[in-house]
């Protein structure tokens, strides 16, 4: 019976341990939230970006970003993040044609790292060039 119980304890944290070793199995962004601020319509694109560290023990790729509107296009390192390493993703964003007011923008970023899946969010104001509000 006790030797049951020890069995269990050991097992329960060995899986414990295996848990918090995957939480930290990828790629760390500094802040997952880009504000470009205020942007006028005709003032033409604005970039944003987005700083990332492998805390990982081996190199992770990023493999895809994807984004919610045309008007948003993220670039990204072709090459992998070694290791302690940083990356930076880069996003452009036009806002020729868009809507007046706030909006926000979510790109999908997919590494070979764990999380596969990332979100990132690129937020902003566009207002027309006659608006008084900045």
């Known amino acids: ?4 119980r020890i069995y269990c304890i050991i097992l329960f944290l060995c899986s414990s341990v295996c848990i918090f ?4 199995n990828g790629l760390e962004f500094t802040d997952t939230i880009c504000d470009l601020g205020y942007l006028t319509v005709d003032g033409g694109n604005r970039i944003g970006y ?5 805390r990982s023990n081996s190199s992770i790729s990023i493999v ?14 072709k090459s992998p993040i070694e290791p302690g ?15 007046i007011g ?6 999908t ?17 566009t207002i027309s060039i006659h608006s008084t509000t900045y």
Do not use: H, W
Not at 21 to 24: E, K, L, P, Q, T
Not at 50 to 54: A, H, L, P, T
Not at 85 to 99: E, H, L, W
Not at 109 to 125: A, D, F, V
């Open 109 to 125: 970023i997919i590494t070979t790292g764990s999380p596969r899946e990332i979100k990132l969010y690129l937020r902003g104001e």
């Open 21 to 24: 070793a995957n939480d930290n």
């Open 1 to 4: 019976m006790i030797t049951l």
């Open 85 to 99: 390493q940083k990356g930076v993703i880069t996003v452009s964003y036009d806002p020729a044609g868009r809507p």
């Open 50 to 54: 987005f700083e990332c560290i492998n």
């Open 102 to 107: 706030e909006f926000e923008k979510i790109l």
């Open 64 to 77: 895809g970003a994807l984004s919610t509107c045309g008007c948003t296009v993220p670039t990204y390192p």
